[in-house]
């Protein structure tokens, strides 16, 4: 079936460091490819998303690129905040209008 | 954007109770609607497709008769923790896929979630 594997953390960074998050994944087809962020105490919310081989989402500085030939879908940010000390969630969706396939998550905290 | 409500956000009860949980769509449609359950340091796990006007799918392993979930009309689905257990103890969380097409189709938004502890 259709799997997501993402880097466990936790990792460790200090403010203005680069970020990768690694991400790859295992689908039949042709999923849509997703990052949720999830802040202490609180839900997931939407970071970017990409539906197609090649395109790039992008949001609050971070950018995920869907590639296809490496079946990938890693996490960059230039330069990392404080704020973005949070937990990473890299997801696939199948097919139109079914559940998110969730990896297990990094942690993220960064150190000014 | 698409804002998804849960109430309450915090619960906390006595074995043998029941608690309902509600997953709201605040400002689209949503005909499906998921609910998944967050152990700590853990990976979201889906334990129902909720669809509107029609009963809900269940995951390998989660008892319908237990948790039970009503999606009344296209804009709330509720959860029912039925006898609940402190294993039953933990962070569930709703999601809801926007109805339609266009670019915002095909993506889920999350509720805040609901922190459920059973004494």
């Known amino acids: 079936g259709d799997s997501v594997t993402q880097m466990e953390g936790p990792v460790t960074l200090s403010e203005e460091a680069f970020l990768t998050i690694n991400c790859t994944y295992t689908?039949?087809?042709?999923?849509?490819l997703f990052w949720y962020v999830q802040y202490p105490g609180e839900g997931l919310q939407l970071l970017l998303k990409?539906?197609?081989?090649?395109d790039k989402g992008s949001n609050k500085g971070f950018e995920a690129t869907y590639r296809k030939e490496t079946t990938s879908f890693h996490l960059e940010k230039g330069s990392v905040q404080v704020s973005d000390s949070a937990v990473y969630f890299c997801?696939?969706?199948?097919?139109?209008?079914?559940?998110?396939?969730f990896g297990k998550g990094t942690t993220l905290s960064v150190s000014s | 954007g698409a804002v998804v409500s849960q109430h309450p956000s915090r619960v906390i009860c006595k074995s043998g109770t029941s608690v309902k949980i509600e997953c709201r769509s605040l400002?689209?449609?949503?005909?499906?609607m998921f609910w998944y359950r967050q152990f700590p340091k853990k990976s979201l796990m889906l334990m129902a497709t909720?669809?509107?006007?029609?009963?809900?799918?269940?995951e390998q392993g989660v008892e319908k008769d237990k948790f039970l979930i009503n999606h009344a009309s296209l804009t709330l689905s509720t959860l029912t923790v039925t006898s609940a257990h402190p294993e039953d103890s933990s962070f569930y969380i709703c999601?809801?896929?926007?109805?339609?097409?266009?670019?915002?189709?095909?993506?889920?938004?999350f509720g805040p979630g609901t922190r459920l502890t059973v004494l």
């Open positions: 999601s809801a896929r926007v109805l339609g097409q266009g670019k915002g189709a095909d993506t889920q938004y």
């Open positions: 689908a039949t087809g042709y999923p849509s």
């Open positions: 990409a539906t197609k081989a090649d």
């Open positions: 997801a696939l969706s199948g097919q139109a209008g079914t559940a998110l396939i």
């Open positions: 400002d689209f449609q949503a005909t499906t």
């Open positions: 909720s669809n509107e006007g029609s009963k809900a799918t269940y």
